[in-house]
């Protein structure tokens, strides 16, 4: 029992960086307080004290506002991190070395008394305020984002967020675990942006198809001195309206983005900024070459990243002060 309590301590200092002493552990931990108080409740409930160890749970969960019922089954080396809010339901069971924030619940759907909680697997990590519902399992290793509501079964190693749950990283090798809440991606911005990236490809297409059908009638044909001249800056930022930031649904030029437009003759030169952390550079940088390509026939057309970021302060006046809207 004693080798059990050693493990328990040792696993919150393994998993919550606030862990300075062992006696603040003891004193100060409500998960490790509920986690105890469980297994004694648990001990009662299969020993067939159905009421004592309800009345236990029911202690445990006033005292520690965690509640886990006495007839879920636990592994070792849970650790419930705050804990406020948590709910654990009849039938779950709970592997080795899973990791739990606040306001979990691993709750059922039906009403028959069979199995009806999910199945965690081992090395788990479930943020804060996810619901798991239903006789699913979660697979080894598996991560659930915060506020995620998960009502299908979860591959070993994946990752899952959004309501409902949606696959966001697919089977990788467990390296520990830190659920990285700051780096979640977003599976629905993430099959926006393949869409707007195919919109692209496709209108460039049909620009294409336009010019040939032009040629193939012979319709008189610019001479070459108008042929290469590039277009005017205004009629560039016009276009670049069209180029919408998925992350924030606010066109580029309205946002500040576009730096300056520099024409040299015949080309084009369009340079912009973008936020610090965007993970859409790419498909912005290829949305403008694309704008800036149907308004130039044959000059040259870059893009360029400048070195500084872009803030809510480079945006129009209208979009900060709510003029207009």
């Known amino acids: 029992m004693f080798d059990r309590i050693r493990e328990d301590i040792q696993t919150v200092f393994a998993k919550d960086p606030a862990a300075r002493t062992a006696w603040e552990v003891v004193t100060c931990y409500p998960g490790l307080h509920a986690l105890w108080l469980h297994r004694v409740a648990h001990f009662i409930?299969?020993?067939?004290?159905?009421?004592?160890?309800?009345?236990?749970?029911?202690?445990?969960?006033?005292?520690?506002?965690?509640?886990?019922?006495?007839?879920?089954?636990?592994?070792?080396?849970?650790?419930?991190?705050?804990?406020?809010?948590?709910?654990?339901?009849?039938?779950?069971?709970?592997?080795?070395?899973?990791?739990?924030?606040?306001?979990?619940?691993?709750?059922?759907?039906?009403?028959?008394k069979i199995k009806r909680h999910p199945t965690i697997g081992k090395r788990v990590v479930i943020?804060?305020?996810?619901?798991?519902?239903?006789?699913?399992?979660?697979?080894?290793?598996?991560?659930?984002?915060?506020?995620?509501?998960?009502?299908?079964?979860v591959s070993p190693g994946t990752t899952i967020v959004g309501v409902p749950g949606r696959v966001a990283w697919g089977q990788r090798e467990q390296v520990g675990a830190d659920l990285e809440h700051d780096r979640l991606p977003d599976p629905v911005l993430r099959t926006l942006s393949e869409t707007l990236d195919r919109q692209g490809r496709l209108?460039?297409?049909?620009?294409?198809?336009?010019?040939?059908?032009?040629?193939?009638a012979s319709l008189p044909s610019p001479a070459p001195e108008q042929e290469t001249m590039a277009p005017a800056?205004?009629?560039?930022?016009?276009?670049l309206r069209d180029v919408i930031d998925p992350e924030i649904g606010i066109n580029?030029?309205?946002?500040?983005?576009?730096?300056?437009?520099?024409?040299?003759?015949?080309?084009?030169?369009?340079?912009?900024?973008?936020?610090?952390d965007c993970s859409l550079v790419g498909h912005l940088i290829e949305q403008v070459r694309r704008r800036v390509r149907s308004l130039v026939q044959n000059g040259p057309v870059q893009v360029?990243?400048?070195?500084?970021?872009?803030?809510?302060?480079?945006?129009?006046?209208?979009?900060?002060?709510?003029e207009g809207i």
């Open 127 to 153: 943020g804060a305020g996810a619901k798991i519902l239903g006789a699913i399992t979660v697979g080894d290793g598996a991560r659930i984002g915060a506020g995620s509501v998960v009502v299908k079964s």
């Open 233 to 239: 800056e205004s009629d560039i930022r016009r276009a």
């Open 252 to 276: 580029i030029v309205d946002l500040g983005m576009v730096r300056e437009v520099v024409t040299n003759g015949h080309g084009v030169e369009v340079r912009m900024v973008t936020c610090s």
């Open 45 to 112: 409930w299969r020993h067939r004290l159905a009421f004592l160890g309800r009345l236990l749970s029911h202690l445990s969960r006033w005292l520690t506002g965690i509640e886990i019922h006495p007839g879920a089954r636990i592994g070792r080396r849970l650790f419930i991190d705050h804990g406020m809010g948590t709910v654990i339901g009849e039938t779950t069971e709970i592997g080795d070395d899973v990791l739990m924030y606040q306001g979990v619940l691993l709750g059922g759907t039906r009403l028959e």
């Open 304 to 322: 360029v990243v400048l070195d500084e970021a872009w803030s809510w302060s480079d945006a129009a006046p209208h979009l900060i002060w709510g």
């Open 203 to 216: 209108e460039g297409r049909v620009q294409e198809l336009e010019r040939t059908i032009s040629r193939a």
